[in-house]
């Protein structure tokens, strides 16, 4: 008995092992393309986007002294500095549509959005006199195209503007207590987030006002954003509206793209934890076999160990040309042939197929089909457990250990 549990320690360790080194693989093939397909992506779809809050400015000038030092003595100077004054902008009414559509590189699926935006900003000149006003509007990343792009002032579109280092500031002349709107409007493209921010730091934001529609389901606030005042489901997925009246806030307003199952970190993930699908299932065939009196070789243990890894080796390079679900249906049916095929000879088709079989289904396919379930993995792997041991518990409750 001692002998023959060594022999299967043996067998689980050398399985073990092997399963450790195909995770490995897989996590570097995955981290290895992702930062390799990552860039490409990006290039082709542009990078995460953060449209900042336009500013609006007037510039005075105020005397300043320089000290300097002129034939051996010092001379001071007085001169003039350029400094800007802020103003909160009166009123902000945002209009954003995401169109999200997942594209697979490799090994893994990119989360790449489509956006329309319009933002209508109203401006007023609250200085008192009359003023030569600036706009600046900041573009929401360096790398993305923006097609249709229109800046418009009161209605009339302003073509002579040339972006100066991913921004365009435009001067407006306001007399004094004058109202104006400035829109801009652009289609552009994105990855993984889009964010709005209401300025760099704590800011003073009146009448602002944010609608934005997704075309999908799974709506996440990233982490330092702030949930919607009201949402609304639509047809195709959410229409979202921030509104605020006199906010004095550095809140920024995101989107989370929902993120499609990698099949590269999935089957890395079921690989690291197969050796405990393993162990169970080692564990009640060892239990079987001894109270029913069964003898089965270890090199019996040892092939069928084989057609386990054979499930994982085989999903590692299946979800390469394939759908994740169709690979691991394909890769379940193998494994399970191998095993009760084999099986079948050394101890016939019942137990084979009924004990050896249905153990197979339930410690190696439904085990590794709890990772599907992301974030409830862990509570249907427990509980499975707890019924597999009430189960093990309740077939050997009058086992008379000692004579076995």
């Known amino acids: 008995m001692i002998k023959r549990i060594s022999i299967l320690v043996g067998i689980f360790a050398f399985a073990t092992i092997a399963w450790m080194i195909l995770a490995g693989v897989m996590t570097a093939r995955t ?60 009123a902000s009414d945002v209009n954003v549509g995401i169109r999200l559509k997942h594209r697979k590189k490799g090994l893994l699926w990119y989360s790449t ?77 994105g990855l993984d987030q889009w964010w709005y921010k209401l300025g760099e730091s704590v800011s003073r934001v009146r009448n602002f006002k944010l609608k934005l529609t997704t075309n999908f389901d799974d709506i996440n606030f990233p982490e330092n954003s702030v949930s919607p005042t009201s949402k609304t489901k639509t047809s195709i997925g959410w229409r979202l509206n921030w509104n605020y009246e006199n906010l004095i806030s550095d809140v920024q307003l995101g989107m989370e793209m929902p993120q499609k199952l990698n099949p590269g970190p999935f089957v890395a993930k079921v690989t690291f934890f197969a050796p405990i699908s393993l162990f169970f299932f080692l564990f009640l065939m060892f239990i079987i076999t001894t109270v029913r009196g069964i003898k ?99 077939f050997t409750g009058r086992v008379k250990w000692e004579e076995m």
Not at 59 to 85: A, Q, Y
Request: hydrophobic residues 40%; contains cysteine.
């Open 31 to 90: 981290s290895q393309q992702d930062r390799k397909l990552r860039h490409s992506v990006g290039k082709l779809w542009g990078t995460p986007q953060t449209q900042m809050a336009p500013e609006l400015y007037y510039k005075t000038k105020i005397p300043i002294e320089e000290s300097e030092i002129r034939e051996g003595k010092t001379v001071t100077i007085k001169k003039s500095k350029s400094v800007r004054n802020g103003l909160p902008l009166t």
């Open 113 to 189: 959005y489509r956006v329309q935006f319009k933002g209508a900003y109203t401006i007023q000149n609250t200085t008192g006199e009359d003023r030569d006003m600036w706009f600046r509007y900041k573009f929401p990343s360096r790398t993305a195209l923006y097609d249709n792009f229109r800046f418009e002032v009161d209605g009339q579109e302003v073509k002579d503007i040339e972006p100066t280092a991913q921004e365009i500031t435009h001067p407006i002349f306001m007399k004094a207590g004058e109202k104006r709107t400035v829109s801009v409007s652009y289609n552009s493209q």
């Open 296 to 394: 089965i070789h270890p090199m019996n243990y040892f092939f069928i160990v084989s057609a386990f890894f054979s499930f994982h080796l085989l999903l590692s390079y299946l979800v390469d040309h394939i759908s994740v679900h169709a690979a691991f249906t394909i890769c379940s049916l193998v494994s399970i042939f191998l095993v009760i095929s084999y099986m079948r000879l050394v101890v016939g088709l019942k137990f084979a197929f009924i004990e050896i079989g249905i153990s197979q289904l339930v410690f190696l396919v439904l085990f590794s089909y709890c990772f599907f379930f992301e974030g409830f993995t862990g509570l249907v792997i427990t509980i499975a457990l707890i019924i597999t041991l009430f189960t093990v518990m309740q």
